[in-house]
T-cell receptor, first 115, second 115 residues
Framework: AQSVTQLGSHVSVSEGALVLLRCNYSSSVPPYLFWYVQYPNQGLQLLLKYTSAATLVKGINGFEAEFKKSETSFHLTKPSAHMSDAAEYFCAVRNSGGSNYKLTFGKGTLLTVNP | DGGITQSPKYLFRKEGQNVTLSCEQNLNHDAMYWYRQDPGQGLRLIYYSQIVNDFQKGDIAEGYSVSREKKESFPLTVTSAQKNPTAFYLC??????????????FGPGTRLTVL
């Protein structure tokens, strides 16, 4: 079964600093991977997704993620944090094969941006 | 204006009462999902439906029930059998993509508090 592990339940950065949120996956087949963002008391918004077309995926709001098969990782980065980036971020992997499409989510990483 | 709506945003119920959460989408998506979110737990799948009049249990279906009589609607009932129903509930629908690149999109959520 597929799974994802998000290292660090809480990450704190200064405004303008690099953002790095870590996600490692477990999958027996090439995975489909997603990053979502959630602002307080709201639903999840898709940031980006990896579907094997390119290992470096660019998303919305200046975020990008790199798929590294050798490290089974899909870390999310942003060169310069903005106050508006403060939110909770979730990594997710799609179940492999079959017609029943399901996502398995990590436990989330809360990003705090300090002025 | 296309999207996924969930109502109400906040819901309070007394212990032992059944309660139904609404989820509607006008995106013409076939598949719909219900998740439960608890602090530090990520999202856990309750039920999903790939097509009208069909649905499957997710990872934590006990104490919940659903119906899918219309493509646009996927209501979730939290029954009195659910031992700890206080949580944030998220509904999602899935858009088809090429070569397995299907993507889930989320509604704004309903926060249920059982007193």
């Amino acid at each position: 079964a597929q799974s994802v592990t998000q290292l660090g339940s809480h990450v704190s950065v200064s405004e303008g600093a690099l953002v790095l949120l870590r996600c490692n996956y477990s999958s027996s087949v090439p995975p489909y991977l997603f990053w979502y963002v959630q602002y307080p008391n709201q639903g999840l918004q898709l940031l980006l997704k990896y579907t094997s077309a390119a290992t470096l995926v660019k998303g919305i709001n200046g975020f990008e993620a790199e798929f590294k098969k050798s490290e089974t990782s899909f870390h999310l980065t942003k060169p310069s944090a903005h106050m508006s980036d403060a939110a909770e971020y979730f990594c997710a992997v799609r179940n492999s094969g079959g017609s029943n499409y399901k996502l398995t989510f990590g436990k989330g990483t809360l990003l705090t941006v300090n002025p | 204006d296309g999207g996924i709506t969930q109502s109400p945003k906040y819901l309070f119920r007394k212990e032992g009462q059944n309660v139904t959460l609404s989820c509607e989408q006008n995106l013409n998506h076939d598949a719909m999902y219900w998740y439960r979110q608890d602090p530090g737990q990520g999202l856990r799948l309750i039920y999903y439906s790939q097509i009208v009049n069909d649905f499957q249990k997710g990872d934590i279906a006990e104490g919940y029930s659903v119906s899918r009589e219309k493509k646009e609607s996927f209501p979730l009932t939290v029954t009195s059998a659910q031992k700890n129903p206080t949580a944030f509930y998220l509904c999602a629908s899935r858009v088809r993509g090429e070569l397995g690149t299907d993507t889930q999109y989320f509604g704004p959520g309903t926060r249920l508090t059982v007193l």
